[in-house]
């Protein structure tokens, strides 16, 4: 799995944050008459974008939506209120919303807690829990780098051994602040053991992955190492380690969670690790912990996951808990369009709103009274379908005109507005859209956005203003059925980026 530097997340959370509402008032009243003037020429040259595309418009569906940040007025509005699918756009929703649903100061706390003989890990929810690529902080503020998955739950096992800890009844991981619905059923079947189908759960480590190291023993392929540590799963050899073969080696899962399958070829030692995700990570995080316990000289007598006959958890704090601020799980979430990032904050909004379990379905629902709360009542039920909150899934339905509406509300908000837009990828600079839109000045113009990709869809939605200020325009561009022109893709990102270019022109 690509692992990405401190640096670049230091570099997104420095980015320059959106002033208060109005702020952007003020900026507009002193723009020239023929800048405020200039919606009619944009809207004409978008309209002649989207002709000149490429594009099969007979075959290709395609919703634009730009919007004036100080007045909300549309700009330009090409099939706007359409419904289309959004892959990774919907991001920018879900997102957003956990920031005002959660609050921009709320902090994730993962703990372990001793009752009596029995250790409980309260879970939160915090899909950034031994996240490689979101290094912990010392007190002074700098990364801990070098803090390893085992390091990490090792910090556990010296507190409670401090605290005389030698042996427990059982060790239970409470993981219930989310259901156990860990996959959506409208994801790809044939794709949900790839990473970016990592399953969604209410204790998340390592963001539900196992990463495997895969070399040659005897002349024999072999997963030579596991991270995290798992002595106790099996790997059946399917491979082979032909020199004169293409190097094409992938581990594959069962229908035993704890047994895998190494497949292809090995043709030299793999340099990265490979990428498998954890079913259930719940109970393998209860056995994990259990097996650091005892290898830290704590006899632990069993480990489970909660049921329903548990009280909720309760005792006394062990150790530190692992805590995270949310503007950073967003940022994470954004700037990489990490999808259970994204599935995690939607039920986690789900479970604060109702006082529940999180879910997928109450997560839509505060989703969507949120939406009605910052754009009026019945807006969602016209503009919008959740199904999930990363846009991984296919049903997933949002119009144009109600994301360029939803982030010009984001954008005035004095709370959420600087940590969102602080969140996103910004475009020839960071993230997802780092090695794009090469053409546009970044010194002169500032363009966070949300990318968007599943098979058939590439959409891109954001901001689009000057360095230090309010974003003078919001956009959307959604473009869906792709797969039906030739290069569709490619002409679908073209056109997005000469749609932010036209916009630039226009600041």
């Not at 420095?14 to 900026?27: I, K, N, V, Y």
């Not at 940040?69 to 330009?76: D, M, Q």
């Not at 999180?358 to 039920?381: K, P, S």
Request: aromatic letters at 6%; proline letters at 5%; hydrophobic letters at 45%.
């Amino acid at each position: 799995m690509k692992l990405v530097h401190c640096l670049a997340l230091a570099a997104a959370a420095m980015l320059t944050p959106a002033l208060p509402a109005h702020a952007a008032g003020s900026e507009r009243a002193s723009k020239p008459a023929s800048r405020q003037q200039a919606a009619p020429s944009l809207a004409a040259s978008i309209r002649a974008a989207v002709a000149a595309s490429g594009l099969d418009l007979k075959k290709v569906a395609v919703g634009v939506s730009v919007r004036e940040v100080g007045t909300g007025a549309l700009v330009a509005d090409i099939d706007g209120s359409t419904l289309m699918v959004p892959a990774s756009n919907m991001k920018v929703l879900t997102t957003a919303a956990a920031l005002r649903v959660l609050g921009t100061d709320y902090v994730y706390r993962t703990q372990l807690l001793r009752s009596g003989d029995r250790l409980t890990v309260a879970g939160d929810g915090d899909p950034s829990l031994g996240d490689p690529e979101m290094p912990y902080l010392d007190p002074a503020g700098k990364p801990l780098v070098g803090l390893t998955a085992e390091a990490l739950i090792d910090t556990w096992v010296a507190a409670a051994k401090a605290a005389g800890v030698t042996q427990v009844r059982e060790l239970v991981v409470d993981d219930r602040i989310f259901d156990r619905q860990f996959t959506h059923p409208g994801w790809p079947e044939d794709q949900l053991s790839n990473s970016y189908c990592a399953e969604v759960s209410g204790l998340e480590f390592n963001v539900n992955l196992l990463q495997a190291r895969v070399g040659t023993a005897g002349g024999r392929p072999s997963v030579t190492a596991w991270t995290p540590s798992a002595p106790w799963l099996e790997v059946e050899n399917k491979a082979g380690a032909n020199a004169k073969a293409k190097h094409s080696v992938w581990i594959g899962r069962t229908e035993d969670p704890w047994k895998f399958t190494l497949n292809g070829n090995v043709k030299q030692a793999q340099a990265e690790p490979i990428a498998v995700c954890v079913h259930d990570m719940p109970t393998f995080f209860a056995r994990y912990v259990g097996e650091r316990m005892a290898a830290g000289g704590i006899k632990v007598g069993a480990t489970r996951i909660a049921t329903e006959a548990d009280a909720a958890a309760a005792g006394t704090p062990v150790g530190q808990p692992f805590t995270r601020a949310l503007p950073a799980v967003v940022r994470q979430c954004n700037t990489e369009s990490q999808n259970m990032y994204a599935e995690s904050l939607l039920k986690r909004m789900g479970a604060k709103r109702s006082g529940k379990s999180g879910t997928w379905e109450n997560g839509a629902a505060a989703l969507a009274a949120e939406v009605d709360a910052a754009l009026g009542a019945g807006t969602a039920a016209k503009g919008l379908v959740v199904k999930d909150g990363s846009g991984l899934c296919k049903e997933n339905r949002v119009a144009p005109n109600l994301v360029s509406a939803w982030l010009r509300a984001i954008a005035i908000d004095p709370k959420a507005g600087p940590a969102f837009i602080g969140s996103l990828a910004v475009a020839g600079k960071t993230g997802t859209v780092a090695k794009r839109f090469k053409d546009l000045d970044t010194n002169r113009v500032f363009v966070p956005c949300k990318t968007g990709y599943i098979n058939g869809v590439s959409c891109l939605s954001g901001f689009v203003g000057a360095p230090g200020q309010t974003p003078r325009f919001t956009f959307s561009i959604l473009c869906n059925d792709l797969a039906k022109n030739k290069n569709g893709v490619g002409d679908a990102k073209a056109l997005q980026e000469k749609i932010v270019s036209i916009l630039a022109g226009g600041l």
